[in-house]
C-alpha cells in the first residue's frame, strides 16, 4: 500500500513512544479497536523495534510504522523489525535513496515549499508536515495548496484534539498524527479506558476532505508492495 494510502485509512495517526515491549499488544489493540488502525512506533526507545516487531505479529489489524527514521540504517532496521510504513522529521538524499531501493510507503516530513518540492521530485507524494504548528501549521498547509495540489499531507507536531479538526478540513490533509491520544502517564499507568476514549474520540473526527480525493481505497496491506510505495 502507497503511503497516501496508509494516511486515509484513519483521520488521527497516533505517534507512540513507547519505553516497555510488554504494552504493545495491549496498546495497539486499544487503539486499533477504537478505530485508530494505523499506528507509528518512534525509534526513540530502545524498546521500539521489539515493541513494532510484537504489534506485527500479535496485531494483525494494526497497520504499524516506524517513526523518526533518520538514516538508511534506520530504516533497515525498521524494516526488519516489521514496519508496514516509515515516518521520518525530515528527508536526506541518502535516504531517500534507501527508500527508493525497499520499495516501502514513506513518509518524508518537510516544512516547506521547497522541501516539500524536492521529496516530490524524488517520488513522494505524501508528506509530513513537521512540526506542523511551529511551522505554519493551517495557514502553510493552505497556501502549499495552491501550487502544489498534487500533494497530501500528515500535519503533525502540536496537534491535539483541539485543532486537529481544523487541520482535517483543509483540502490537502489526509490525516493528522500526534501524541495526544496516549498520554505518557495513562500509558505507564496501563490506563487502557483513558486512551480508549482519547482514541475513539480521535476516530469520530470529521474524514478529512483530502481523503476523498484520488480515492484508491484502503484495501490491502500495507509495506509489501513492490511498486515504490511512497
Ligand atoms: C513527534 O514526532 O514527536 C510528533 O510530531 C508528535 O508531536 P506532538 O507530541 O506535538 O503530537
Redesign the pocket.
Known amino acids: 500500500m502507497k503511503a497516501r494510502d496508509i494516511l486515509r485509512l484513519a483521520p488521527v495517526m497516533p505517534?507512540l513512544v513507547v519505553g516497555d515491549p510488554g504494552l504493545a499488544e495491549d496498546l495497539a489493540h486499544t487503539l486499533v479497536d477504537a478505530g485508530l488502525p494505523v499506528l507509528e512506533i518512534?525509534l526513540r526507545t530502545a524498546a521500539a523495534l521489539p515493541v513494532l516487531r510484537r504489534i506485527r505479529d500479535a496485531v494483525p489489524r494494526a497497520v504499524v510504522g516506524a517513526?523518526?527514521v533518520l538514516d538508511p540504517a534506520q530504516w533497515a532496521q525498521a524494516l526488519d523489525g516489521g514496519a508496514m510504513f516509515g515516518v521520518s522529521?525530515g528527508l536526506t538524499p541518502a535516504l531517500a535513496a534507501a527508500v527508493r531501493r525497499r520499495g516501502v510507503a514513506f513518509l518524508p516530513g518537510v516544512a516547506t515549499a521547497s522541501e516539500a518540492m524536492c521529496a516530490a521530485e524524488q517520488g513522494f507524494d505524501a508528506l509530513k508536515l513537521?512540526?506542523a504548528e511551529a511551522v505554519g501549521g493551517r495557514a502553510l498547509l493552505r497556501s502549499l495548496h495552491g501550487p502544489l495540489p498534487h500533494l497530501v499531507f500528515c500535519p503533525?507536531?502540536?496537534?491535539?484534539a483541539g485543532n486537529a479538526g481544523d487541520y482535517l478540513a483543509l483540502p490537502n490533509v489526509a490525516c493528522v498524527?500526534?501524541?495526544?491520544v496516549t498520554p505518557q502517564a495513562a500509558l505507564a499507568a496501563r490506563d487502557w479506558p483513558t486512551i480508549a476514549a482519547l482514541a475513539a474520540q480521535a476516530a469520530a473526527l470529521p474524514r478529512p476532505a483530502g481523503s476523498a480525493a484520488e480515492g484508491t481505497g484502503a484495501a490491502g496491506r500495507a509495506g509489501t508492495s513492490a511498486a515504490a510505495g511512497r
Not at 498524527?177 to 495526544?180: A, D, L, Q, V, Y
Open positions: 505517534v518512534t517513526g523518526t522529521p513537521f512540526p503533525t507536531g502540536g496537534v491535539d498524527g500526534g501524541s495526544w
